[in-house]
């Protein structure tokens, strides 16, 4: 018996509505990422993925991270599909695409059927339905292995970015500062999903979580760290009073590097400043490492400022929040320490931002540069003769790292470098630092004396880091 016109257009809103809310977050997230509206990080941790059960979360992550991680290897794979490959697709076709192609090519667990049929659907009610008979076709092309092979040189820095989805220019670069197995190191670390690492205050603080049902293993690099081996920790209530955090664990290296950078000049510094701290994980391990000391926190956004005040109220009578520009701090502040953790391209972060492989040009180091001096500058000018800066990205780009450095201790004859190392045994010595990465850190110190973590040496970001001292 046939519909009547009512039923039918009640078929074809279930249809609509059929498709899964892992799936139509994930659509959402990738559209606003496209649109430059956000960046996936946040996007993932707001309300319209908290709402969902754990199950739908997981995917959406998996579905976000997936596709922006194998956007450019999957966008290849459905051109070569297309009957005008260069032709241009709406920005809502392409991403219903890349969603239906990541499912088939790289999760396994996924029906055929479901990836296929949720992606038309997402193409339609993106208002798109002249475009759902190419995105059945080109995902039933992918499915049945149509996607022909590309054609590239093997063993070569184009392959590899090919093969691991990156920009050519980003490995090509990589490949010449630290040779080719490192650079394929790099890019496969920001392709697989890693353990969450967090810093736990104490150890009641760790109890609690497990009681909660989170299973936690030890941390990598540091005796504090602990990475979570299942379980959501964002939903605890230990998490959620900020007595654990999830922090990056070479984020936290860089931090306990800091705090303990004031020992040359004394037992214990009395007066620090991190000079970009918001959103503040490395001010509170200055805090938690250095009871006596007074903390400035300085942050130029008053949004990211007012989120950085609330982190770290539990410190409010040692931390003051100040609204200001890192590079525009003046002379004579008589710190003992200095954290200049600057803004970057965040380059050593794709495997946790990995948009920013999209969005990131060649010439945008540049302008990273202008700005990274001028708040080392400032930093030295804010530390008191004898007193230490750390500077530190989370960037793999020597024009953001080691160039800053050595163009600002150019034109300052009242400054010094100090080696990572003395840092390195000072954590060791103080039993913050695993002695199983003590041998591995030992070999990350540049013969300038500068740190450098790249990607895949640890299952942490990339990071770099200098010690300065002021001598005058």
């Known amino acids: 018996m046939r519909k009547s016109a009512c039923g039918r257009r009640a078929a074809g809103l279930s249809a609509v509505a059929g498709i899964s809310a892992s799936r139509k977050a ?80 790289h999760l396994e667990r996924i029906p055929a059927h479901a990836a296929i049929g949720e992606s038309v659907e997402l193409a339609k009610q993106a208002g798109h339905r002249f475009a759902a008979g190419m995105v059945n076709a080109v995902l039933r092309g992918i499915a049945r292995g149509g996607a022909a092979h590309l054609e ?20 090509e670069r990589w490949a010449e500062f630290y040779g080719l197995d490192a650079a394929r190191a790099i890019c496969r670390h920001a392709q697989v999903r890693r353990p969450v690492s967090v810093r736990v205050e104490d150890a009641d603080a760790e109890a609690e979580v497990v009681r909660d049902g989170i299973l936690l293993g030890p941390g990598e690099l540091l005796t504090a760290a602990r990475t979570v081996i299942s379980g959501d920790v964002t939903a605890t209530a230990a998490f959620q ?95 003992d320490v200095a954290l200049a953790d600057v803004p970057c391209s965040g380059t050593g972060t794709l495997g946790r931002n990995p948009e920013i492989r999209h969005r990131l040009r060649l010439e945008d180091l540049a302008r990273h540069a202008e700005r990274q001096r001028a708040i080392l500058r400032a930093a030295l000018r804010a530390v008191r003769p004898g007193g230490c800066v750390v500077y530190s990205t989370c960037s793999l780009e020597p024009e953001e790292n080691e160039q800053v450095v050595a163009g ?65």
């Open 241 to 335: 009073a900020g007595r654990v955090r999830i922090q990056d664990e070479g984020s936290q290296f860089i931090g306990e590097l800091a705090a303990c950078a004031g020992r040359g000049v004394g037992p214990n510094p009395k007066r620090i400043v991190d000079l970009c701290a918001a959103p503040g994980g490395k001010t509170l391990i200055l805090a938690e490492r250095n009871p006596e000391a007074q903390i400035v926190a300085c942050e130029s956004n008053a949004r990211r400022l007012e989120e950085l005040r609330e982190r770290v109220a539990p410190y409010a009578g040692r931390i003051e929040c100040r609204l200001a520009d890192a590079a525009e701090l003046e002379e004579g502040s008589a710190f």
């Open 26 to 105: 994930a659509f959402d997230i990738l559209m606003a990422v496209e649109r430059g509206k956000a960046h996936s990080d946040a996007l993932l941790r707001g309300k319209a993925v908290s709402v969902l059960s754990l199950a739908d979360r997981n995917l959406t992550t998996t579905l976000v991270l997936g596709v922006l991680r194998w956007q450019i290897r999957l966008d290849a794979e459905i051109r070569k599909l297309l009957k005008k490959p260069n032709a241009k697709l709406d920005a809502e076709v392409l991403i219903a695409l890349r969603l239906g192609a990541l499912q088939l090519l």
């Open 408 to 472: 600002v201790l150019a034109e300052n004859r009242n400054v010094r470098q100090i080696s990572a190392a003395a840092g390195i045994a000072s954590l060791l010595d103080r039993g913050i630092l695993r002695h199983t990465c003590a041998e591995r850190l030992a070999k990350c110190v540049t013969p300038e004396g500068a740190l450098r973590l790249l990607p895949g040496v640890f299952q942490t970001d990339g990071f770099f880091a200098a010690l300065i001292e002021r001598i005058a």
């Open 152 to 171: 590239v040189p093997q063993g070569t820095a184009d392959e590899l970015a090919l093969a691991e989805a990156h920009p050519s220019w980003m490995v």
